[in-house]
């Protein structure tokens, strides 16, 4: 858990109790270091795909978005994000 106050509730804590669940609370301001693929891998990919996303919008006016275009809208900025330099990379400079 990162803290936030969203996250933190008398029914989750309960619920964490009572089924044996160990809370872990991350550090504020340490998700970069301890989960890497975060800055460099999920960061790229959302930008893309938001990219990809506006440029759909402004290629089909008025029309929507269904999850038949969401595979070929993604596609691209998967394999350009997902890639084993980029990966291994945020674990080298995170230290991991």
């Not at 290629?59 to 994000?81: C, M, Q, W």
């Amino acid at each position: 858990m990162d803290n936030h106050e969203s996250h933190i509730s008398i029914n989750v804590i309960n619920y964490v109790r009572d089924n044996g669940i160990v809370f872990l609370s991350l550090h504020p301001h340490t998700s970069h270091k301890m989960q890497p693929l975060d800055v460099g891998v999920f960061g790229p990919f959302k930008g893309k795909c938001k990219k990809a996303f506006n440029d759909w919008h402004l290629n089909h006016p008025g029309r929507t978005v269904t999850i038949y275009d969401i595979p070929s809208l993604t596609k691209t900025a998967f394999f350009e994000s997902f890639t084993l330099k980029n990966i291994t990379s945020d674990f080298q400079t995170s230290g991991i």
